[in-house]
């Protein structure tokens, strides 16, 4: 090796080991180099590049760039986002969008159990499958996960944090909506009887629920102001798809509230306890006499089916009954229908009196024997 051989080979030497603004080795001993710099933003950038020869090159490469104003190569992606960082999102999302924060939350907390440590673009619809699959949940339970993380991957592409939603590629369950639980009568006079020995203040609250069919978080944020004693209306502004309905109060429904009134301010929530602070959804009592009087399979939106269920087995049509509801879609409500019997039986009685008409045929007839029929216009025709 020459004279100037030997000079390049020390300054290859030199620069090599002496320490290089920008350069570093993540793992000391490694031999895999890494770059960090400034981009034209000023956002910090860090590129793994291989041996510290080729990382120098580079780094001098993107500070050449940076001045130039270069866009940086399209391979350039920023860290991973956490599924955690997602779900927070959603979490906040929710407590100021959805009425229903408290199921929202327990599901979103549920999530962030199984996946939380994960990045979001390593889930796969798979992934998302064969998890619901093995909690045993009914199909509702399992669309309701769905759409919770649906929603999470949604915000996630929104805010610029993920690029896909793996959610849309899971096949939603079909749910069987035809179940009707409803009060008997004898059913009904049992929990009654069991209210007015033990909780005989809030049969009220049994009354308006069985004669207005409000869900229960409608029924208990129901203030003074949207009770219209005069018109005999109640407004219903805390509906679950946010639109306000009406509904006539009857007798019954216009007793339960006048004695609720009569023992309130005039003010503020309709249900409250006896120091006037605002009752949540009334569990401390209706369960436990659910319970005592051994109603099987049969919570509070059982009420509302009754309601419903009671104006259909009295004749009123299913458009109305929509109406009373709160029902976006006529399908919610058909599966009422068959609580008609009478109704239908009377559809189909028809057809007998029109079999009967074809084989009895009636006796009036058409004399027809001077009828002739208009001679054609040969012109028209061609």
Not at 64 to 69: A, K, R, S
Not at 135 to 159: D, E, K, M, Q, V
Not at 327 to 356: F, G, N, W
């Amino acid at each position: 090796m020459g004279e100037e051989g030997r000079e390049t080979a020390e300054e290859e030497r030199k620069l090599m080991t002496r320490k290089t603004r920008g350069i570093f080795e993540k793992v000391p001993g490694s031999g895999v180099w890494w770059i960090r710099f400034a981009d034209s933003t000023g956002r910090i950038r860090r590129e793994k590049v291989g041996n510290k020869a080729a990382a120098i090159k580079l780094y001098a490469k993107r500070k050449t760039e940076v001045l130039q104003g270069v866009k940086l190569p399209e391979n350039f992606r920023a860290k991973p986002v956490e599924m955690r960082v997602l779900i927070a999102d959603a979490l906040e999302h929710c407590r100021n969008n959805n009425r229903g924060f408290a199921q929202d939350r327990v599901r979103l907390l549920t999530i962030l159990r199984e996946f939380g440590s994960r990045t979001a673009a390593s889930i796969t619809p798979q992934d998302i499958e064969r998890w619901v699959a093995g909690n045993g949940w009914s199909a509702g339970t399992i669309n309701r996960f769905r759409a919770t993380l649906s929603l999470i991957f949604r915000l996630g592409i929104a805010n610029r944090k993920t690029e896909s939603n793996p959610v849309k590629l899971v096949r939603r369950k079909k749910e069987n909506n035809g179940r009707v639980r409803f009060l008997s009568a004898e059913e009904e006079m049992s929990l009654r009887a069991i209210l007015a020995s033990r909780h005989p203040e809030h049969l009220p609250e049994l009354d308006i629920a069985l004669n207005t069919g409000i869900r229960r978080g409608e029924q208990y944020s129901l203030m003074w102001k949207d009770v219209d004693f005069g018109t005999k209306l109640l407004a219903v502004s805390q509906t679950k798809n946010g639109e306000t309905r009406y509904i006539p109060l009857n007798t019954t429904a216009l007793a339960g509230l006048n004695e609720l009134y009569r023992n309130s301010s005039g003010e503020g929530y309709v249900f409250t306890n006896r120091h006037g602070d605002r009752l949540l959804k009334g569990r401390h009592w209706f369960e436990p006499a659910v319970r005592e009087a051994n109603l099987k399979d049969f919570s509070w939106h059982c009420l509302r089916h009754t309601f419903a269920s009671r104006l259909v087995m009295a004749g009123v049509d299913l458009r109305t009954v929509q109406q009373l509801m709160g029902h976006k879609a006529i399908q919610m409500t058909v599966r009422y229908a068959h609580l008609a019997p009478e109704h239908q039986m009377a559809a189909v009685e028809r057809l007998c009196s029109v079999s009967s008409t074809l084989q009895h045929p009636t006796d009036t007839t058409t004399d027809t024997t001077h009828f002739q029929a208009p001679e054609l216009n040969a012109r028209a025709i061609n």
